[in-house]
């Protein structure tokens, strides 16, 4: 294989590998649990927490930089935050419209599925860019993202296995969310190589902060709270905590 070949292979195979590491969130639900609420409790914690420090600490900081300086990069992020906002009030309507509101913990699965499927694309799209101009670059971004896409795929696995036992569903919604990470990775390198820019990458990662926090604090800790295990919420919250520190220190 030529040397130009392995240029385009490396970024494809970092982003599967960051991608697919979503999956292994889905081995909470083979983990016989005697306490069922505590598990749930400590899964939402966990993820919750991952996906607002993300949001805090990576995306929205990556992203600032290349909206520019001045009123116009206060009013897109702002704009771009909005709409990620009002996005899960949109889809948590439709949901409930579709499926009723009796099951919180369905929905708070699909919810997590659709976010995390926006947060996976451009993922991939950044780690296939990353790799392929500077290798070690990639890796420490692939490892990086491997941390904090496994509980994020328990955000996605527990909630939707516990609220209708359905290993196949819970399945087949955190795969289709991790192919949404090489998925990226392919866009980038066929579609948009020449044409993607750093403002439009940064105004869609601002747009999945919006959704993800709103998530988080808007479904997730409400959820949460009504098992009334706070010492497993916290617990989780903090393990979360420590996962995204650590992949930022990568």
Same mark, same amino acid.
């Given at each position: 294989?030529?040397?130009? $070949? ?10 599967? &590998? /960051? ?8 081995? *909470?639900?083979? &983990? ?24 805090? %600490?990576?995306?929205?900081? @990556? ?9 116009? /990069? ?5 704009? %771009? ?10 889809? @948590?309507?439709? &949901?409930?419209?579709?499926?009723? !509101? ?12 659709? /976010?995390?499927?926006?947060? @996976?694309?451009?993922?991939? +799209? ?26 994020? *795929? +328990?955000? &996605? ?7 209708? *036992?359905?290993?196949? !569903? ?22 948009? !190589? $020449? ?14 902060? *919006? +959704? ?16 009334? !295990? ?15 520190? /650590?992949?930022?220190?990568?």
């Amino acid at each position: 294989m030529g040397e130009e $070949n392995l240029e385009i292979l490396w970024p494809f195979v970092l982003a599967s &590998i /960051a991608g697919f590491s979503t999956m292994l969130g889905c081995l *909470g639900i083979f &983990i016989p649990v005697k306490k069922k609420d505590e598990f749930i409790t400590f899964s939402i914690s966990l993820s919750l927490s991952v996906m607002i420090m993300v949001s805090l %600490f990576d995306l929205i900081p @990556n992203s600032l930089p290349s909206l520019g300086t001045g009123f116009k /990069a206060i009013l897109m992020f702002c704009l %771009f935050f909005f709409i990620g906002v009002m996005m899960v009030f949109i889809l @948590n309507r439709f &949901i409930e419209r579709e499926k009723g !509101k009796s099951n919180n913990l369905y929905k708070l699965g699909i919810l997590s599925f659709i /976010a995390l499927v926006l947060h @996976n694309l451009p993922e991939g +799209i950044l780690t296939f860019m990353s790799t392929y101009h500077d290798f070690s670059l990639g890796l420490s971004l692939c490892l990086a993202i491997t941390l904090h896409n496994i509980p994020e *795929g +328990i955000s &996605i696995a527990v909630p939707i296995y516990y609220s209708t *036992g359905s290993v196949a !569903k819970a399945l087949k919604c955190t795969f289709l969310s991790a192919l949404a990470e090489p998925l990226g990775a392919l866009l980038a390198f066929i579609v948009l !190589k $020449n044409y993607i820019t750093e403002t439009m990458i940064g105004m869609f990662l601002i747009l999945v902060a *919006g +959704i993800m926090i709103t998530l988080s604090i808007e479904k997730m800790f409400p959820e949460a709270m009504g098992y009334n !295990k706070k010492k497993y919420l916290i617990l989780g919250v903090g393990v979360g905590v420590v996962i995204v520190l /650590a992949s930022l220190i990568i």
